[in-house]
């Protein structure tokens, strides 16, 4: 076993416990390279090694560098002499203070201009079909995959990129380039092609390089970071330099060597697949546990059978909620618990919700039409429902206030010259609204003239601010206290609770399950969807007795308080495997593991 397998095999523990944060969905990124740090950074290692001399052993019988770089030299005054190629003005050589490390006997630092053509151009007729590939073609593993159409030479040679069989075609955009994608393109038709101008490429001098070795370079991390550092131009739209790929320091082994470093890398990088697939397999697993015990809560259907299901899964807490995703997925189940009535007892002494409910009514000064929930809104909601709780909607449990809900259905109507760069009259967006939590850092103002004119969407503290415009999902969350003079914007609703009834259980009930739920059958639009005014004020909602409202906030919210605890433990943890796999890699490449 070589030194890199047992530095792969040795601390499986570390590259499969470190990792990445998902940003939206699940958890996990679903098995992709990407999710798991410590895969990435051995994939990462790997290559780094390789374009360093320590992947593979050397063999002195090999030619040396040197003498290949003179057969690239006598190739490449071939294709002058022959009219296929310019003369080109080659850079120097690579001086002492340019090497990035010291590499082994037998390897030369060169350049790509130097020992290959750069962007080169094809001749072809007109009438042959040939290859096209677009950026989202080419993927980023160390494959080499990419997909192709077929099309005219006539119709492409112009103001697209040329390359040919065997070339290499690394990105020069931001982000294509730092997430390394790049290819050797194989399996052309009629071995010529042509597609996106946001490629550089590199074509070896009559197989006097090993392809898939300058992929190896052109994909390690310190080619990736420095080539970072030279990118030119405004942001979204940076660009790698030519003259970079050009003259950045290119090691050079010897063609057997390359040979053998690409098998190499490519047995490596099979392991690291297999790793990250079992990994994966496990997650997924793991996931569908905790789902379904988690389904079996929502599902009890007495006291006795909901405890049961509960000791099952306490004991064995420490087990099954282990990942962020696995945490959030009990926070879910602990708000639908909360709005079923099942996370706290109930107590025969309280008001009742639907005495609660007639005394909301009776109290109204202004009012509305009494919205009455049918079998089309909520056909089986009566069933999870106990008996002291009663249904009712957003349009009944609203203050008496006529204006308790913002009057337009998307807010105050803003565009971004409205604003003001000096902090004046705050302006809610649906930046600031988060699943229970008011997201503070996204901050907008307009001036006290415009605040006038718009304060029928006036937002005062406490008040409820629910996203309009969803992706078949609710997100709601509170005004803080100390918001001031604001407003909300378009697409989000205000709602002021009825005094009769706590804000902070409304708040949960319109982030659980169940309110997403129907927001998921009664919304419109087709790439924007938004949940209208009509179907905003018809949100069903389980009413329980005042006193019980407040227990099920106090149980809530100190619920969430340990799932948050474990989270940061699990963060911590995380972060800690990401310094070990941090550490491993660099141990690793400046030889202290003696590879």
Known sequence: MSAIQQLLTDHIDIWTAAETEKKSGRGRASGSAASVYGIKKLRE???????????????????????????????????????????????????????????????????????????????????LLVSFVTMTMIEAKFNSHHDQEHRLWKEIKQGFTHFAEGDIGVAKITPCF????????????????????????????????????????????????????????????????????????FPLPPLAEQHRIVAKVDELMALCDQLETQHSNAADAHEQLVSHLLGTLT????????????????THFDTLFITEASINALKRTLLQLAVMGKLVAQDSRDESGLELSYRIQRSRIAKRKIVTLSEE??????????????????????????SAITDGPFGANLKTEHYVDQPGYRVIRLQNIGH??????????????????????????????????????????????????????????????????????VLHYLNSVTAHEFAAVHHHGLTLTRIGLGNFRSIPIPLPPFAEQHRIVAKVDELMGLCDQVRSRITAASQQQKKLADVLVEHAVIGEMAL
């Open 45 to 127: 290692l790997i290559l780094e090694l390789a374009v360093r001399g320590k992947l593979v052993p050397q063999d002195s019988s090999d030619e040396p560098a040197s003498e290949l770089i003179k057969r690239i030299q006598i190739e490449r005054s071939k294709l002058v002499a022959e009219g296929k190629i310019k003369k080109d003005k080659l850079l120097g050589a690579i001086s002492g203070t340019e090497k990035p490390f010291n590499l082994p006997l037998g390897w030369e630092w060169s350049t790509l201009s130097a020992v290959s053509l750069v962007n080169p151009r094809n001749s072809v007729e007109d009438d």
């Open 178 to 249: 730092e997430n390394s994608k790049a290819c050797v393109f194989s399996g052309l038709l009629n071995k010529i092609g042509a597609g996106t101008t946001e490629l550089h490429v590199v074509r070896p001098i009559n197989s006097t390089l090993a392809p898939r070795y300058v992929l190896a370079y052109l994909k390690s991390p310190q080619f990736l970071v420095n080539g970072e550092r030279r990118m030119t131009g405004t942001a979204g739209q940076k660009r790698l330099p030519k003259e970079f790929l050009e003259s950045n320091p």
């Open 299 to 314: 599902q009890s259907q007495s006291a006795a059978d909901f405890n049961a299901n509960w000791q099952r899964i306490a």
């Open 377 to 402: 809104i909520d056909p089986l909601r009566e069933d999870f429902l106990p008996n002291s709780w009663s249904w009712t909607s957003i349009d009944q449990i609203s203050a008496d206030d006529p």
């Open 436 to 505: 229970g939590e008011f997201r503070n850092e996204y901050q907008s103002y307009i001036d006290e003239a415009r605040f006038e004119k718009l304060a029928k969407h006036q937002v005062r503290g406490g008040d409820l601010i629910v996203a309009g415009l969803i992706d078949t999902s609710i997100r709601c969350c509170a005004a803080p206290n100390d918001i001031g003079h604001a407003i909300v914007k378009a697409d989000c609703y205000r709602l002021s609770v009825h005094p009769f009834v706590f804000p902070s259980y």
